[in-house]
């Protein structure tokens, strides 16, 4: 019986590596043979953080090195993942081919009405969630693999609204347009490009008291279990998030050469959130 993994021999680029998905989405493309290249942004707690989870891979029998990046930094990035991959092939002139690009890294905030928000905050998430996409296809563009994979990160939002997210709803939506002229532009390279349309999902981009007191303005000190509630009643299925493993299944799949035939799609990891 083989034990040849999924992503056997196969390459594959990560952004916001660092963080509650793009973490899972590592271990489990490492877990099924693929090297990783682990992107996030220079600071004291992603760095370290990086370190670990790439060392964690390697101590695994895996493949994998990291480097800082803001992805919004066309230059700093592109720098990042030439050296980067030049370090995974074993040395400068080795780089191997890139076989799958996860643009995860993202920003969310619910700052209020449209109207409203802040231009800081509206750039933001402008310039992290949608130009930082654009720049990580543009910087890996270089290197892919024909046959390759892009998985944009969007969200439920890039399929519907959310009251006082209309920055990150915005750039969520805009990703879903990005993907589908990508999809056509790079077919005749058989590269293909789907996005990840995750519900809830456990992580600190949620799970955390901003969001809870969002969640239940009804309540003076809304606590994580609180917030469960309002997030259950939104989905179909009987819980309130799924976890970050539950998104890597699907970008896995996306990811490798068993989704061969599928390019310019939407694919809904959400408990039904978008169907209630
Ligand atoms: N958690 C959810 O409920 C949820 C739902 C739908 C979609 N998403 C999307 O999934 C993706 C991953 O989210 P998560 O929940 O793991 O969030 P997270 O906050 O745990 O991780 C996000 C990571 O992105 C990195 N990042 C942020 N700005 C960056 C920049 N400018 N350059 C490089 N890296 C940067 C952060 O350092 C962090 O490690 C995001 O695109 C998010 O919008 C999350």
Not at 11 to 28: D, F, L, S
Not at 177 to 202: K, Y
Not at 210 to 230: C, M, S, V
Request: contains cysteine; glycine residues 12%.
């Amino acid at each position: 019986m083989s034990t040849q993994g999924r992503m056997e021999g196969l390459v594959v680029v990560v952004t916001g590596a660092a963080g509650g998905m793009g973490e899972a989405h590592c271990r489990r493309l490492a877990g099924e043979g693929a090297g990783i290249l682990a992107l996030d942004l220079e600071s004291s707690a992603t760095t370290a953080r990086l370190a670990e989870i790439v060392e964690g891979i390697v101590a695994d029998g895996g493949r994998a090195a990291w480097r800082t990046a803001d992805i919004r930094d066309i230059s700093e990035l592109g720098a990042a993942v030439t050296d980067g991959l030049a370090e995974l092939g074993g040395g400068p002139g080795r780089a191997p081919r890139v076989d799958a690009v996860v643009a995860n890294a993202g920003v969310y905030d619910v700052p209020g009405p449209a109207w409203e928000i802040d231009d800081d905050v509206w750039n933001r998430s402008l310039d992290v969630n949608l130009t930082g996409a654009w720049n990580s296809i543009r910087a890996t563009e270089p290197h892919l693999a024909d046959g390759a994979s892009l998985v944009l990160v969007s969200s439920t939002a890039g399929l519907k609204g959310i009251r006082g997210a209309g920055q990150y709803v915005a750039a969520k939506h805009a990703l879903v347009g990005l993907a589908r002229t990508l999809a056509m532009e790079l077919a005749p390279r058989s590269i293909r490009v789907n996005t990840v349309h995750p519900g809830s999902v456990a992580t600190p981009m949620i799970l955390n008291e901003q969001i809870y007191r969002r969640l239940r303005p009804d309540l003076e000190n809304p606590t994580r279990e609180d917030a469960a509630e309002a997030l259950a009643a939104r989905n179909l299925l009987p819980v309130p998030w799924v976890e970050p493993e539950d998104v890597s299944e699907v970008v896995l799949f996306l990811s490798g050469p068993e989704s061969r035939f599928i390019t310019g799609q939407q694919i809904a990891v959400d408990a039904g959130l978008t169907t209630a």
